[in-house]
């Protein structure tokens, strides 16, 4: 280990920032939402208002002299003279400071981390002063995967870090609770800023004869490009203990889950349900109640066309802790991965999204409402039903001549998108021998696939 990372309390510590670029502006704000006293000195003089940081103090035209140094804690000095640099470090080291002068590892005490800022707790990454950029672009790849409401469940510890020590005295008993606070529904319900719901389940699991309770995230795993899954769909992913997944999920998403995850598949097609839908909420109901933090994955959104209410409804009325995590819709990246705006100020004042397949014995679609011009169809789950659903829109008013996109495997590598009209979309998915999923896109807007195919084969 070259460098070692210290945790300062901020509380009412002095920080004295020194210079009026870019470079101490950075500086200042780091700790512009801290309970640090905070002073800026300008001698080289201030930014433009515009360019000041809300919230920033007054800035000081001057050098600071040893009075003002008295005290402080950090001093940053962003000055560009380097014998009133020196001067100044000496002067705030006489103070009993820790000195950084910004990029002069040479002349500073400590260097700055690359900083992950969730208020009460704070990552650091450092590399000594050597490679900023790197500790940065690691800083990222970090963050992506912490909860934003991690500061709640790290408030939530401190409140009541008294009254589990008192309840639990024994170490590694109270460290096993503070696991299973932290790693099931109490640290998930205040991550998601439901306070009083996580002190009670906290409470709870201070009763040591309370059974682990687990939790259910229904999470949308999105059209199957695994770049396209939420930052929070993966990092409840990467934390889940049993992964209930369906077949639209590919094994490009599968693969960003945590290795040791039991996975069980529970996939369906149009007359082949492996498993019942009443028998899939049974399990996950079962696997939460053996203390699993369990996934339900499913390809889009779990709320487009995804049974994601049905099982919502279960877990409730289950008593099982439940969150739900959308996607991306297939709607939405089959149309942007085909070049098909769904609105277009031109061509389409309203999209709708609807399924070809409706539940048997349910309503029929208002196919009047859903032939209306200017608008643009997104027509789930409709290759099987393609030319029945031609006929019934053109028979509805729709022109015959309304351009149609069918896209197969929308944002894969295996992508495939076919052009045409409505009077012939039958026919085009006869033809086209489609193997996975598909979305059929009715509109004027379907034209510019047609477009971007056409200008594709001539740049070929």
Known sequence: MRVFLASIPLEAAKIVIIGGGEPALAKLRLFLNSPAQVLW????????????????????????????????????????????????????????????????????????????????????????????????????????????????????????????????????????????????????????????????????????????????????????????????????????????HDRLVPEAVLERARRDAKRLYVGKSRGDHSVPQDQIEALMIAEARAGHRVVRLKGGDPFVFGRGGEELEAMRAAGVPVFVVPGVTAALACAASAGVPLTHRDHAQAVTFVTAQAKPGGVDADWTRLAAPNHTLAIYMGADRAEETASRLIAAGRAGSTPVAVVENGSRPDERVLTGRLNGLGALVRGANLAGPVLLFVGETAAFSAAQADMSEAAA
Do not use: C, Y
């Open 41 to 244: 000195f300008a001698p080289d003089g201030a930014p433009e208002a515009i360019e000041t940081p809300l919230g920033a103090p007054t800035p000081l035209l001057r050098s600071p002299d040893a009075d003002d140094l008295a005290g402080a804690r950090l001093v940053f000095i962003a000055l560009g003279d380097l014998d009133q640099v020196q001067g100044l470090a000496g002067l705030a080291r006489a103070a009993g400071a820790q000195v950084n002068v910004v990029d002069q590892p040479h002349l500073s005490d400590f260097q700055t981390p690359a900083l992950i800022d969730r208020d009460e707790v704070v990552v650091g990454v450092a590399t000594g002063g050597s490679a900023p950029i790197l500790a940065r672009d690691v800083r990222t790849a970090i963050e992506n995967v912490l909860p934003a409401g991690l500061a709640n469940v790290a408030r939530l510890a401190r409140e009541l870090r008294d009254t589990v020590k008192a309840s639990v005295p024994d170490f590694m008993a109270r460290r096993r609770l503070w696991e299973k606070a932290f790693r099931g529904p109490a640290a998930d319900l205040a991550a998601a800023g439901r306070t009083a719901e996580a002190r009670r389940e906290m409470l709870r699991l201070l009763n040591v004869a309370a059974p682990e309770l687990g939790v259910v995230h229904i999470v949308g795993a999105g059209p199957g490009d695994p770049e396209l899954l939420t930052l929070k769909a993966l990092r409840v992913l990467q934390d889940a203990d049993v992964i209930i």
